[in-house]
């Protein structure tokens, strides 16, 4: 049983900057695929960013491509979605998830991942 916990959400002007965390319980926490997804009002979940358990690969959706930067720091059992640049768009319940089975790929599907977090708001004013 894996349990994440995400924090740093909060209130932003366009433009602004957060950092999202995302604590995992857990001793192989490095053998776990990373994965931040994220989920607007009347829309489906989608996938935002995902990093390799070794932190190796990361890939990230066309949308935050160039603004948001996903990490992980290992030792602190953490993964991290540090976002810059945000729009009005961004604004969403962001989730952190796990895939426990593989941890050498990111995968873009929520199905892929078996563990969530209960997710964070994010709202960005215009």
């Known amino acids: 049983q894996v349990q994440l916990v995400e924090s740093g959400g909060g209130l932003v002007q366009a433009g602004g900057s957060l950092r999202l965390s995302c604590a995992a319980s857990?001793?192989?926490?490095?053998?776990?695929?990373m994965g931040w997804f994220r989920q607007a009002p009347g829309k489906e979940r989608e996938f935002v960013a995902g990093i390799t358990g070794s932190g190796g690969s990361t890939y990230y959706a066309d949308s935050v491509k160039g603004r948001f930067t996903i990490s992980r720091d290992n030792a602190k059992n953490t993964v991290y979605l540090q976002m810059n640049s945000l729009k009005p768009e961004d604004a969403a319940v962001y989730y952190c998830?796990?895939?426990?089975?593989?941890?050498?790929?990111?995968?873009?599907?929520?199905?892929?991942?078996?563990?969530w977090g209960q997710g964070t708001q994010v709202t960005v004013s215009s």
């Open positions: 998830a796990a895939n426990t089975r593989r941890h050498t790929i990111v995968l873009v599907t929520s199905g892929g991942y078996d563990y």
């Open positions: 857990g001793r192989t926490f490095s053998r776990y695929a």
